[in-house]
């Protein structure tokens, strides 16, 4: 969600003059982008502006904005911060342009906009008219398209229907015709975005949509090879539906993250996480029998209030049954005004959140890793990124090096053949050596070696 954003207010500053740099120390505006789901992501955030307060005092003109989740939760506190001159929530993103030219002809004018997010919807139409004009990839020949906003289901520890609002879908018509515009650009994979994406429901002249309804359609777009769709919440609401598009359709990825936060049954209803555990082994079985092929990814919270060693076990055993491709764990932290925070003590101790966060990861790594055995000396398709992290880190440094401090050549530059990343349709991670014009494209790699995150392979012509 944060990523998509983020692409659509760099687009639609590029569109209203300005230019993006690398190099903070040289912008007349900084603009943070903020998550709240984790109290860590916020601290990262302050840390970031206090380092832009040191580089105000010599450049006191630069305009500095804080965006997105944490902007609307905070709202004019952060207008305390002495680095801080716009606060922007995340339905008001639509303005940035002209909030940002508002502080530029008034410097020490500070500005916060924000909302009532429980009213929902009065910033749809702006929002629309904004996705619509200014969504971008997010890769090359890859892009993002939200489907839908917002959450009702109230995870005693979650904060996103506070700082989201309610769940407001798009029109069909507006997602497919985005999408087809994608596709014109060259974009051959999209990502259907939602917080319980497989909530959507709309209901047209026509019939009442699903997300089935919607992979289909999308799939159907010329020029659209692969559809995938994130993150699912598990229900049994057209589920099944949603496992027959896919087992239907080669375009629509084998692919499925559905986090499931706990496998203690006590835990799920502290966490009001409406199903069991058994039930959600059930519906990944169900998965499984439909779409043999497909890979489940899952996310966990260790260490919510009042989890014992008892629950925790409880978890890894789920862990163990579903057998994911990966899964994200983290540790629990309080949110502001949520439920848990409210009404529950935060009891478990820091040290055995990290040592249960560090005992999940190890049993999640060892599944990943007999999973990933079976792509040895196998094929596999994936959609090329391009550069890896690695190699990007190395260009950059050789750069860096060879270059004056004041020297403007950036991006760095790369040899003919560098090291590619790439994803497989079920979304496993594949490192190979090939061209840099690759990326965007489709290639088929041979498998030399794997690891629990990651396959390793030699391009095939």
Known sequence: MNKLDTAL??????????????????ADAVLINTCSVREHAEERVFSHLGHLKHLKEHRPAMVVGVIGCMAQRLGDKLLEH????????????????????????????RLAVTDNIRQGGQEGGALERFESAYSIEEMPGQAFVRVMRGCNYFCTYCIVPYVRGPEACRPPEAILEQVRKLADTGVKQVTLLGQTVNSYKYRSEEKTWCLADLLERTAGVQGIEWVRFVTSYPCDAFYDEILQAMAGSARICHYLH????????RILRAMNRHYTAEHYIELIERARAVVPDIAVAGDFIVGFPGETQEDFEATVSLVQRARYKNSYVFKYSPRPGTTSERRLADTVPADIKQQRNIDLLAVQDRISAELNQAFLNQQVTILVEGPSKKQVRRADCEMRSKSPPDSQSWPPTFPANVQLVGRTSTDHIVVFDGPLSLAGSFARVRVTQTSPLTLFGDLQP
């Not at 760099?10 to 903070?24: C, I, K, Y």
């Not at 002495?82 to 020490?108: S, T």
């Open 9 to 26: 207010v760099a687009s639609s500053l590029q569109n209203a003059g300005f230019r993006l740099t690398d190099d903070v120390k040289e």
């Open 82 to 109: 002495e680095a801080v001159n716009i606060v922007c929530g995340p339905a008001q993103i639509p303005q940035i342009a002209d909030l940002l030219c508002e502080a530029f002809a008034r410097v020490q004018k």
């Open 258 to 265: 559905m986090p499931a936060q706990s496998g203690s049954d």
